[in-house]
T-cell receptor, first 115, second 112 residues
Framework: DAMVIQNPRYQVTQFGKPVTLSCSQT?????MYWYQQKSSQAPKLLFH???????NEADTPDNFQSRRPNTSFCFLDIRSPGLGDAAMYLC??????????????FGAGSRLTVL | QKEVEQDPGPLSVPEGAIVSLNCTYS??????FMWYRQYSRKGPELLMY????GNKEDGRFTAQVDKSSKYISLFIRDSQPSDSATYLC????????????FGKGTRLSVIA
């Protein structure tokens, strides 16, 4: 089945040790998003790509970077994780373009623990 | 005022109850309204979406939009333990690629 796959599902890292989370999609969607979700909070958008066009939310910390080497893959790099970065990180995709509802397909998420 | 407000609960109901989940929003220009369901330790999945005002029904689920009061609701009839999840309302500020604005989500537990 076409889907959005995130790896790893669970990541434990030490304070300050860089982490990379990956997302792949077989939907051939143009738009990919990275959200951060903390307990009992709404998903918070970090970045999104429309094709290769990168869009950084104004309040996304510089500690977070993203790469999209091709249509299928997108990476989230956390350069120096702090305790406050412990969260679920969600990747989502949508076809993009045109009018109408912007329906997102989410991956299962990567849960990051920072020790 | 936040763009989308949702009571985070938690909400606990007995099996078979009718559940009402609600969100309010601030921008009268919003046209599409969505509900996502998120099971524990999983990503959100789209449950339903509606365009403009009115009702939309899908099995035991009914989505309702009242644009005059900027209020959206999700009703679950004959609730089941498998409905236990967090329900997030989501609204795209404009059509096309504009990222969704999510509510905080309401955590629902249906007790057998």
């Amino acid at each position: 089945d076409a889907m959005v796959i995130q790896n790893p599902r669970y990541q434990v890292t030490q304070f300050g040790k860089p982490v990379t989370l990956s997302c792949s999609q077989t939907l051939n969607h143009n738009v990919m998003y990275w959200y951060q979700q903390k307990s009992s909070q709404a998903p918070k958008l970090l970045f999104h790509y429309y094709d290769k066009d990168f869009n950084n939310e104004a309040d996304t910390p510089d500690n977070f970077q993203s790469r999209r080497p091709n249509t299928s893959f997108c990476f989230l790099d956390i350069r120096s994780p702090g305790l406050g970065d412990a969260a679920m990180y969600l990747c989502a995709t949508t076809l993009g373009g045109g009018s109408g509802a912007n329906v997102l397909t989410f991956g299962a998420g990567s849960r990051l623990t920072v020790l | 005022q936040k763009e989308v407000e949702q009571d985070p609960g938690p909400l606990s109901v007995p099996e078979g109850a009718i559940v009402s989940l609600n969100c309010t929003y601030s921008n009268s220009a919003f046209q599409y309204f969505m509900w996502y369901r998120q099971y524990s330790r999983k990503g959100p999945e789209l449950l339903m979406y509606t365009y403009s005002s009115g009702n939309k029904e899908d099995g035991r689920f009914t989505a309702q939009v009242d644009k005059s009061s900027k209020y959206i609701s999700l009703f679950i009839r004959d609730s089941q333990p498998s409905d236990s999840a967090t329900y997030l309302c989501a609204i795209p500020p404009n059509s096309g690629n504009t990222p969704l604005v999510f509510g905080k989500g309401t955590r629902l537990s249906v007790i057998a």
